[in-house]
């Protein structure tokens, strides 16, 4: 059964770019969530989409943004990028989110931005 | 963002050792989880707990979900070379799928 996966694996960017990353659930899972990876912060929750709609957001600024299409598949923008912004970005997939669902994580996306 | 109290931070044990790691909160979790992370890759899911006293195995791991609710414990038996990274705990809370992740446990094996 294939896993979560993550496109690209690793991204170079520059200050003021901005960035998409994209994830596929596994088959059959309908929420994704997003999580940022930082040394300092650790493991930071983004966003989670189920049925094509965003249901639960963490506190990051607007500047980051996603989307689910109807085939779960999601993806993740940033806008307008800053040095902060450098991380692993990771995806992960559950059946239909909530309690009792855990999640099952990619390989996320490494971004770097100069 | 928030992040739980995970202990110890690192663990140098010998092959054969036992291993134990704790993760303590201040608001309670309806559901613990228990991931591994290894260089490069994402979190790997271990365990996950329901039921406050759940007391769960996974081969040679057992993790047990805390009675108040705040804390989660992962133990590791006899390890293996194999066991080396970083183990995180993440508590879920009501019906939200948003994960709050530990800090971290870094654990190297020696031979």
């Known amino acids: 059964k294939a896993g979560v996966t993550q496109t690209p694996r690793y991204l170079i960017k520059t200050r003021g770019q901005q960035v998409t990353l994209s994830c596929s659930p596994i088959s059959g899972h309908r929420s994704v969530s997003w999580y940022q990876q930082t040394p300092g912060q650790g493991l930071q929750f983004l966003f989670e989409y189920f049925s094509e709609t965003q249901r639960n957001k963490g506190n990051f600024p607007g500047r980051f943004s996603g989307r689910q299409f109807s085939n779960s598949r999601s993806e993740m923008n940033v806008s307008t990028l800053e040095l902060g912004d450098s991380a692993l970005y990771l995806c992960?997939?559950?059946?239909?989110?909530?309690?009792?669902?855990?999640?099952?994580f990619g390989d996320g996306t490494r971004l770097s931005i100069l | 963002g928030q992040q739980l109290n995970q202990s110890p931070q690192s663990m140098f044990i010998q092959e054969g050792e036992d291993v134990s790691m704790n993760c303590t909160s201040s608001?309670?979790?309806?559901?613990w989880l228990w991931y591994k992370q290894d260089p490069g890759e994402g979190p790997v899911l271990l365990i996950a707990l329901y039921k406050a006293g759940e007391l769960t195995s996974n081969g040679r791991l057992t993790a047990q979900f805390g009675i108040t609710r705040k804390d989660s414990f992962l133990n590791i038996s006899a390890s293996i070379p194999s066991d080396v990274g970083i183990y995180f705990c993440?508590?879920?809370?009501?019906?939200?799928?948003?994960?709050?992740f530990g800090t971290g446990t870094r654990l190297q094996v020696t031979l």
């Open positions: 608001s309670i979790f309806n559901t």
């Open positions: 992960a997939s559950s059946l239909a989110g909530g309690v009792f669902q855990p999640q099952h």
């Open positions: 993440a508590g879920q809370d009501g019906t939200a799928s948003k994960l709050t």
